[in-house]
């Protein structure tokens, strides 16, 4: 059973989502979960106290990221032991979305500390809600390697994938990383670029990648700011028709024969490969 604090709230750590840049898009729940916590860890204390005194919250600050020492990590699951609240924030959006949290989280529910998430923004589904791309599947692969090397390597094992692709971006690299998506990807696959979501120079720009090489290079404000890019997923590979003929020998097989057996036959007459033969013949076999 969850600790009750005097105020009714449980004692839990809570994963409270800030905005990504407007100010606005903070819910009421975070808000009254930031105010009631005994602490909040944040990222970077200075850049989450001006958050903090834009909203008149008044509760203690301690620093928690990916390098903070275990002794950090430890003092705040004794804390959450002794029933006391933390809220963990980071710099922007949702923590552990390419940001720190995940070590925190693990340990507290191995300790059977409730973990609540406070929903609000993340970049990604921010992005991909205005996108215009296929939203039903996607893969989130969170920053590219920062060299080319293992940057295209990625993009390389990414080339048949059928899922929307999303990637964070920075500044600095933005316009290789469009670039190097254009040579693996190909010129002609459509791509969105979302550049400073709810903040005052949003944009979101979509084209095929060759166009938005040109888009990113052309114009310097273009690779300014944070960034969202999005992939069109590969399109699925048309199945190879069977030929007329190897399709009737391989009815005629399956007259004779249980799948299986007529799939590796036909294979052997007619040099095909035998799962697509295999694939074919239940598909036959099913239809009679
Ligand atoms: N936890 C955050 C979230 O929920 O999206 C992401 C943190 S990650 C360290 C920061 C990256 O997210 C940025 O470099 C950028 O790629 C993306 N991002 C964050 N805010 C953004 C914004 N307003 N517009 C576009 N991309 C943004």
Redesign the pocket.
């Known amino acids: 059973m969850a600790n009750q604090t005097a105020d009714g709230s449980v004692a839990a750590l809570y994963i409270v989502?800030t905005p990504?840049?407007n100010l606005g898009d903070i819910s009421q729940r975070a808000l009254d979960v930031l105010r009631q916590a005994d602490l909040i860890a944040a990222e970077d204390t200075r850049h989450s106290s001006r958050l903090t005194q834009h909203f008149g919250i008044t509760t203690r600050l301690v620093s928690y990221h990916d390098f903070s020492s275990s002794a950090r990590e430890d003092a705040i699951l004794a804390d959450l032991q002794a029933g006391r609240t933390v809220a963990l924030i980071?710099?922007?959006?949702?923590?552990l979305?390419?940001?720190p949290g995940y070590s925190l989280v693990l340990r507290a529910r191995q300790l059977s500390i409730p973990v609540i998430p406070i929903p609000g923004?993340?970049?990604?589904t921010t992005?991909l809600c205005a996108a215009g791309l296929p939203t039903d599947r996607f893969v989130f692969e969170g920053?590219p390697a920062h060299k080319q090397g293992p940057r295209r390597q990625l993009f390389e094992s990414l080339v048949e994938e059928q899922r929307t692709l999303i990637f964070?971006?920075?500044p600095h690299r933005i316009a290789d990383s469009i670039a190097d998506m254009c040579e693996v990807f190909g010129s002609q696959r459509q791509a969105v670029i979302?550049?400073?979501?709810?903040?005052t120079w949003e944009t979101i720009h979509g084209d095929n990648l060759q166009a938005l090489c040109g888009w990113i290079t052309a114009d310097d404000n273009n690779r300014r700011?944070?960034?969202?890019v999005l992939v069109h997923g590969a399109a699925a590979r048309a199945e190879e028709e069977m030929p007329a003929e190897v399709e009737r020998q391989l009815r005629v097989l399956l007259e004779e024969l249980p799948v299986k057996q007529a799939a590796a036959l036909a294979a052997r007459l007619t040099g095909l490969k035998k799962n697509a033969l295999y694939k074919r013949a239940l598909e036959i076999s099913s239809a009679r």
């Open positions: 989502a990504i840049g980071s710099d922007a959006g949702t923590p979305i390419s940001d923004a993340c970049a990604l992005a920053f964070y971006e920075s979302c550049r400073e979501l709810t903040k700011g944070e960034f969202v």
